[in-house]
T-cell receptor, first 116, second 112 residues
Framework: KAGVTQTPRYLIKTRGQQVTLSCSPISGHRSVSWYQQTPGQGLQFLFEYFSETQRNKGNFPGRFSGRQFSNSRSEMNVSTLELGDSALYLC???????????????FGPGTRLTVT | DAKTTQPPSMDCAEGRAANLPCNHSTISGNEYVYWYRQIHSQGPQYIIHGLKNNETNEMASLIITEDRKSSTLILPHATLRDTAVYYCIVRVFNQAGTALIFGKGTTLSVSS
């Protein structure tokens, strides 16, 4: 079974621009979560989607948004990019039929975003 | 904030067992302990999870103390490819959904 895929793998943007990152979950997985990883803050939860609905959101500004499509693929968007948005953005998927234990997530390789 | 405490770094000789400790003294009765690892520049990889009984799979063993306030991840025969950052996570649950809260983890360095 194919793993979680993320595109693009690397991206360079200029401050003030916006960016869209894509995530394709493992086949059959309906929940997709997004995380940001930076050297200073580590891995931080952005949001989770299930059945096209955002179910949980981390403590990030409204410039960070996401959506999920009917085929469970997800995109996240960052508007008005800032230098501090440079990070590795990770997508994770799970079966996610409901908020039940256990909670095993499978992560993709990430998208490395550099803002200049 | 993360609900776990881990040593920042550990060293292990190749072929020896690596024992990675984790403190989670405020864990709730229905919370599981999860372990993930992240090899440089890759996404985190699920290793194992447990509630209160010891668990073992093809990758590792998880020993949880009887009071559930701490646990130890054991890699029985560490190899160079086990060099990674290991995260001990207590699953956070709220009404709106769920999230994995990562701490700083333990950087395990396996050397020959």
């Amino acid at each position: 079974k194919a793993g979680v895929t993320q595109t693009p793998r690397y991206l360079i943007k200029t401050r003030g621009q916006q960016v869209t990152l894509s995530c394709s979950p493992i086949s059959g997985h309906r929940s997709v979560s997004w995380y940001q990883q930076t050297p200073g803050q580590g891995l931080q939860f952005l949001f989770e989607y299930f059945s096209e609905t955002q179910r949980n959101k981390g403590n990030f500004p409204g410039r960070f948004s996401g959506r999920q499509f009917s085929n469970s693929r997800s995109e996240m968007n960052v508007s008005t990019l800032e230098l501090g948005d440079s990070a590795l953005y990770l997508c994770a998927s799970r079966v996610g039929t409901r908020d039940s234990f256990p909670y095993e997530q499978y992560f993709g390789p990430g998208t490395r975003l550099t803002v200049t | 904030d993360a609900k776990t405490t881990q040593p920042p770094s550990m060293d292990c000789a190749e072929g020896r067992a690596a024992n990675l400790p984790c403190n989670h003294s405020t864990i709730s009765g229905n919370e599981y302990v999860y372990w993930y690892r992240q090899i440089h520049s890759q996404g985190p990889q699920y290793i194992i999870h447990g509630l209160k009984n010891n668990e073992t799979n093809e990758m590792a063993s998880l020993i949880i103390t009887e009071d559930r306030k701490s646990s130890t991840l054991i890699l029985p025969h560490a190899t160079l490819r086990d060099t990674a950052v290991y995260y001990c996570i207590v699953r956070v649950f709220n009404q709106a959904g769920t999230a994995l809260i990562f701490g700083k983890g333990t950087t395990l360095s396996v050397s020959s």
